[in-house]
């Protein structure tokens, strides 16, 4: 019996600590607005929804594979991706979303601020990343970024210097006379996935 | 403390540490697998194994010249026709063509890319899974482990009575010896 004791009590906490968070799950916030985006309207003006609750919905370009923490939507436009961030409900995201064309509900949040220190550590990057050759490198991220910020990290010239956007940034920064440039980014609520017929973009 | 008072002490520690050791023995081994493999995670990756296949194309290219017709002939070439999802250009120089579980990239300049397969590294994509916190429910439970893990670091100090080998001779000199690393890291790492 007194063995029986100590089990009791942990199943006990744990059953109430589950169902008191279960209506935690299905809040959402008084001032949602719910509103339905695509990838290319939201970065028209990604601060314009700032803490919002949207609906978003695109091609996944890439699912991070070590964490499967993140994973990046485009939509009419491929060289422009929104990060999402996995959380919640969706401790990581599954690889089979790659290709897939998927609508997340989530919240849209200040995910970076890219200054001085930022770049520096992207900088190394970099030189890390073009001193090995086989590498093969998830640019993902920075590519979002890039698109967020309406740089072109795809053209000719650019692919000649693996630093280009790196000094882009900077110039961009020292004009906007800021300290950081925000990117948003969205975490993650719900995902629904589009099922469609295989075809081209 | 009376010595009976003493006796009940150790009982009842014995069975919490017994117990809670019981109970919490297959998270541990869980938590303490998937820690081992996320520590590496810039030496491997810990949920997938992820291979690479070279491939080349014959004929020039460009972008506009790239239709469903032709994607599907290149994916036939490499038995992949039948798991194909998508394709898409990254930028103006490449074209990404997603099949099941993998994708195929190639530069259309220098006519060169790769085949990129991807599949769950079985146990460890498991277990790094409860690692990473999956549901609020989970979050609950793992702070309970944790909780139980301090009990029975806690009641494993008293577990022997009174001799050589117990806590206030052998154990102090062990639990100072544990100490001096994270102690060590804190003044040289930080």
């Not at chain 1, 890390?128 to 093969?136: A, I, P």
């Not at chain 2, 117990?166 to 010896?177: D, K, N, Y």
């Amino acid at each position: 019996m007194k063995k029986l004791f100590f089990f009791s009590i942990i199943v006990a906490v744990i059953v109430g600590s589950n169902s008191s968070c279960k209506n935690q799950g299905k809040q959402t916030g008084a001032d949602s607005t719910n509103l339905s985006l695509t990838v290319d309207s939201f970065l028209a003006s990604p601060e314009a929804w700032a803490g919002k609750e949207i609906v978003i919905a695109g091609t996944v370009s890439h699912v991070c594979k070590h964490s499967g923490k993140k994973l990046f939507l485009f939509g009419a436009n491929p060289e422009k991706t929104v990060k999402i961030n996995a959380g919640g409900n969706f401790a990581t995201f599954d690889i089979k979303y790659e290709g897939s064309d998927i609508e997340i509900t989530g919240n849209v949040v200040e995910d970076e601020k890219i200054d001085a220190n930022y770049l520096n550590e992207w900088e190394a990057e970099i030189k890390e990343m073009v001193g090995d050759k086989d590498q093969k490198v998830c640019n993902a991220e920075n590519t979002a970024i890039a698109g967020q910020t309406g740089i072109d990290s795809t053209s000719a010239e650019k692919t000649e210097d693996p630093y280009a956007d790196v000094k882009e940034f900077r110039n961009k920064l020292e004009k906007s006379g800021k300290p950081y440039i925000s990117i948003y980014a969205i975490n993650i609520i719900s995902l629904k996935e589009i099922k469609k017929e295989p075809s081209a973009n | 403390m009376s010595s009976n008072s003493l006796k009940v002490f150790r009982k009842w520690n014995r069975i919490l540490h017994r117990d809670f050791g019981y109970f919490f023995f297959g998270l541990t081994i869980i938590y303490c697998l998937s820690g081992i493999a996320l520590n590496h995670k810039k030496d491997w990756n810990p949920n997938y194994n992820i291979t690479y296949k070279e491939i080349s194309i014959s004929e020039n290219i460009t972008q506009s010249s790239v239709t469903l017709d032709w994607v599907m002939t290149l994916l036939r070439k490499y038995d992949e026709d039948d798991h194909y999802k998508k394709y898409y250009f990254p930028d103006k120089n490449s074209v990404k063509i997603f099949i099941d579980n993998g994708s195929v990239s190639i530069d259309l300049g220098s006519k060169t890319g790769y085949i990129e397969k991807i599949s769950k590294r079985p146990l460890f994509f498991e277990i790094n899974f409860l690692h990473y916190n999956p549901g609020r429910w989970w979050l609950w439970f793992s702070d309970i482990f944790c909780v139980g893990l301090i009990i029975i670091a806690i009641s494993g100090l008293f577990i022997i009575a009174k001799s050589k080998n117990s806590l206030t001779r052998r154990g102090v000199w062990l639990i100072i010896a544990g100490l001096v690393v994270p102690v060590l890291a804190l003044f040289f790492l930080k």
